[in-house]
């Protein structure tokens, strides 16, 4: 090689594969600190007061119970914790009813059976959401150790100690404020601090969307606007923490959320002209979102200029935000609109077949197996055979990233979890050392969720202590060996040709947010004055393409012959997209002169051509009614 050559010479960058990235990648944050202290103060405190009591196994389905309710207390408002944990732990309670009774009476033939006819159930309701997801997991996990794990109580006192765990972790989540926030400010109610940062959030990302227009940043900036509204919109959806929504504080985030949707339609607008926005017209909505998060008056806010129909929209919606902030009433636009029918059509679409049955097979399979395995026949019982197909559940739900991700994330966090017990459980004492470590792997359970390994890790540390105060031996080999398995049988399970047609469960979130985009196309072509129907629509257009990128996201990162399935899903996602921001930029035009211009016109009709030619190959039905662009 030549001087020149090789001082030109550049290291060539290998790229990872996707399905090794993603089981390398972890998210980022800060610490979840209130999380950490709520799993601190569940399980360990409740395992303790049982084993003083002299009822170490209650003690244990509670302490699991409190577990799994941790995985679900995410970031965010209270009243949304109830029902993201509460959902979720009645399933699971049901699930540990049935695999009770169900493995005191049946033979090992009809028990598989049973729970395999569970696992299709559980896997077409994951279909429908998260709250869903985690409620068939628990309904899973439930059924397992119902009917595999040795516990001397009655079935009744069982369920009773399981949801006396899960509805401790979701006391802790109403009552405990948040730390840091000003308790003491008479104007301010901790009750309402997830509400307030998530309406202040959405400012915020208002603010930097205006920041980034005609910079190639805007894209992100608007996809991180949907993000903010979605978990909004969460936020302010759950049920009332009073009878009636009597509360000012609530009034008050209602329209301060419904003054922000005509913002953000705005920014939108700006944003796909591309063109110049003077640098104060970000101000305001900073200050709204600092008004939010103070629970102030707003004060004086800059006006942009008014020289074109997006900006006047800006002025208006700005103007609009401080009357609303002022009243402290508005709009109750919050409510995400989804009928029984329609979430019903989803678990039982081909999205939620394709699920339930790969569940079903993966849950069932691994029951029998383990039955097998443990007992040389279909009779009997065994103290651990419910941790196979406990463990499969949790690695066949897609939703926790792709197959084999999970699959490499789940062995290598047993493997560690398990080698880090041992060394714990030959020098600490019991059980008062072994419920200690449950308390701090409670704790350690939010921050490990960063990454499924480290999760993975923590989990078993935490099961099995909770298996050695329950009086069974130290199990670390055995937890090690029917992970691997598990692993196995869904890598076997989750490649195995099902009946239809593959990757339904892409196809169905892109053709939800193709429906979606083409009912709030209509409206909007419609002219209707209905602006408050007109939001609604944009809201699930925008929060449809959201779940479909998410979905297609996790299928580009499987293993080549399932991500193969999903081929130009994100293609078809990426012209949705502009479809809807165009849609927006008509509305706001429409508002200010009654009429599109050519460009509106001839930018709609090109994207209707382009998702026709791509429609068919992926696999996506044309929407009943499409209305024409012009």
């Known amino acids: 090689m030549s001087r020149a050559s090789r001082s030109t010479a550049r290291p060539v960058a290998l790229a990872l594969p996707p399905w090794l990235a993603h089981a390398l990648r972890a998210q980022r944050g800060p610490v979840p600190w209130p999380a950490v ?54 399933a699971g309670a049901a699930g540990l009813l049935v695999g009770t009774y169900a493995g005191q009476h049946l033979a090992a033939v009809p028990l598989t059976l049973l729970l395999t ?75 309402f601090d997830g509400e307030r940062a998530a309406v202040a959030d959405v400012y915020d990302a208002v603010a930097a969307l205006l920041d ?7 894209v992100a900036r608007r996809a991180a606007l949907t993000a903010a509204l979605d978990h909004a919109q969460d936020a302010l959806a759950g049920p009332r923490l009073r009878r009636y929504a009597s509360s000012a504080a609530e009034r008050r985030l209602h329209a301060q959320y419904a003054a922000a949707l005509p913002l953000g339609e705005a920014a939108t607008a700006l944003a796909w002209a591309e063109q110049t926005v003077p640098a104060r017209a970000a101000e305001g909505p900073r200050r709204l979102a600092a008004a939010v998060r103070g629970n102030t008056h707003t004060g004086p806010l800059p006006a942009p200029s008014r020289t074109d129909p997006a900006l006047r929209a800006l002025d208006d919606a ?3 935000a401080a009357e609303a902030f002022d009243r402290g009433r ?35 399979a691994s029951a029998a197996v383990a039955q097998v395995l443990h007992h040389g026949h279909w009779y009997g019982s ?55 470590l449950v308390a701090v792997c409670g704790a350690l359970v939010p921050v490990a969720a960063r990454h499924f390994a480290a999760q993975t890790a923590v989990v078993t540390v935490l099961v099995l202590a909770l298996v050695m105060v329950g009086g069974e031996p130290q199990a670390s080999v055995s937890r090690i060996g029917e992970t691997l398995l598990a692993c196995a049988i869904v890598l076997v399970v989750g490649h195995l040709p099902v009946p239809g047609q593959r990757g339904g469960a892409v196809r169905a979130r892109i053709g939800a947010a193709d429906a979606a985009a083409h009912a709030y196309l209509a409206h909007v072509l419609s002219e209707s004055d209905d602006r408050a129907t007109r939001w609604t629509l ?45 849609v927006t930029a008509c509305a706001v035009h429409l508002d200010d002169t009654g009429r599109l211009t050519p460009r509106h016109t001839e930018r709609l009709a090109g994207l209707r051509d382009e998702l026709g030619e791509r429609r ?15």
């Open 538 to 582: 944009r809201r699930e257009a925008y929060r449809a393409l959201a779940e479909a990128r998410a979905a297609v996201a996790l299928a580009a990162a499987e293993l080549p012959p399932l991500a193969r399935h999903s081929a130009g899903a994100d293609e078809f996602a990426a012209v949705l997209e502009r479809l809807v921001d165009t």
């Open 37 to 90: 202290t709520r799993g601190a103060l569940a399980g360990g405190p409740l395992l303790l007061a049982a084993v003083l009591a002299g009822r170490a196994s209650l003690g244990v389905v509670a302490a699991i119970a409190a577990m799994l309710a941790g995985f679900n207390d995410r970031p965010g408002s209270r009243r949304t914790s109830v029902r993201r944990i509460g959902v979720p732990a009645l």
């Open 318 to 320: 700005l103007l609009h």
């Open 382 to 436: 065994h103290p651990h055979w419910y941790w196979l197909p406990a463990t499969a559940v949790f690695l066949v739900k897609p939703d926790l990233g792709p197959l084999v991700s999970r699959v490499l994330c789940r062995a290598a966090g047993t493997v560690l979890g398990a080698l880090v017990f041992a060394g714990f459980a030959a020098v600490l004492p019991r059980p008062e050392g072994l419920v200690a």
């Open 117 to 191: 006819v569970l696992g299709l159930v559980a896997g077409g309701i994951s279909a429908v959401g998260t709250v869903a997801s985690g409620a068939g997991t628990q309904l899973l996990v439930g059924g397992a150790v119902g009917a595999g794990m040795p516990l001397p109580d009655p079935g009744w006192q069982s369920v009773l100690a399981f949801l006396a765990g899960a509805g401790w972790l979701l006391t802790l989540r109403l009552a405990l404020p948040t730390p840091g926030s000003p308790v003491g400010d008479s104007r301010l109610d901790f009750r």
């Open 330 to 364: 508005g709009r109750d636009l919050h409510t995400r609109r989804r009928s029984l029918g329609s979430l019903a059509r989803t678990a039982l679409g081909a999205g939620g077949r394709e699920y339930g049955l790969r569940v079903g097979l993966c849950f069932g």
């Open 616 to 630: 068919g190959r992926v696999g996506v039905r044309r929407p009943r009614r499409l209305p024409l662009a012009g």
């Open 212 to 218: 980034a227009v005609g910079t190639e940043q805007a």
